[in-house]
């Protein structure tokens, strides 16, 4: 399978949670809608984002949620993704909806937005803080969001807290997120994917 991503965005979930299944993935660096080959982009992705994932038999996928929990289905022994016809897979499912519509689409894609109008921008930036509150909340004393494992769900919570620390957002308010994102910093699949995708800044930087 192939992964085509860009660094430390959305599609670095996918990146974590492919290494953290050991699956053999190859992931390839979009840059400028071209992959990197020099190939077009919007022919392997329609729409032109991350994440896609080009399974072996040619088939894409191509948005988070549905990347993200066909990559743990298959590995299941990962546990990644709670098993089909559990309460714990619809409550995975929430989570990512949650996670994928009302904190990244409707407030960092306003906030990272060249197009964003100032104002949308502003009252996007506002709504960080309550937002976070609400993740608090969702989490409460565990140290994972579904269950009592990691989860693809916190592969993507992970990479949504790395924007905010972009963005000086001041954790110390929300210990517990504070603390759940310094944990899972150091899980051995994020730190090696955050490795490679710095790398890739760093080198386009360069």
């Known amino acids: 399978m192939e992964l085509f991503a860009s660094p430390m965005a959305c599609s670095l979930a996918s990146h974590i949670t492919a290494l953290e299944a050991g699956l053999p993935v190859k992931v390839r660096f979009v840059e400028n809608k071209k992959t990197d080959d020099g190939g077009d982009y919007y022919k392997i992705s329609v729409?032109?984002?991350?994440?896609?994932?080009?399974l072996d038999d040619g088939q894409v996928l191509n948005e988070g949620p549905s990347v993200l929990q066909y990559l743990a289905d298959r590995k299941p022994e990962a546990g990644l993704a709670p098993a089909w016809?559990?309460?714990?897979?619809?409550?995975?499912i929430d989570t990512l909806?949650?996670?994928?519509?009302?904190?990244?689409?409707?407030l960092f894609a306003q906030i990272f937005a060249p197009s964003s109008p100032d104002a949308a921008k502003a009252a996007a930036m506002a709504q960080l803080e309550p937002t976070l509150s609400?993740?608090?909340?969702?989490?409460?004393?565990?140290?994972?969001?579904?269950?009592?494992?990691?989860?693809?769900?916190?592969?993507?919570?992970?990479?949504l807290l790395n924007?905010?620390?972009?963005?000086?957002?001041?954790?110390?308010?929300?210990?517990?997120?504070q603390a759940y994102h310094?944990?899972?910093l150091?899980?051995?699949?994020?730190?090696?994917?955050?490795?490679?995708?710095?790398?890739?800044?760093?080198?386009?930087?360069a």
């Open 163 to 177: 924007w905010c620390v972009f963005l000086k957002v001041d954790f110390a308010k929300f210990p517990t997120i």
């Open 85 to 92: 016809g559990t309460i714990e897979r619809y409550q995975l």
């Open 186 to 205: 150091k899980r051995p699949s994020v730190a090696q994917a955050m490795g490679v995708e710095m790398a890739e800044r760093k080198r386009r930087a």
């Open 47 to 54: 729409n032109g984002y991350v994440p896609a994932l080009r």
């Open 97 to 106: 909806n949650y996670l994928s519509t009302e904190v990244h689409k409707r």
């Open 134 to 159: 609400a993740i608090a909340k969702r989490l409460g004393d565990r140290e994972t969001l579904v269950g009592a494992k990691f989860t693809v769900a916190d592969a993507y919570l992970v990479t």
């Open 182 to 184: 310094q944990r899972h």
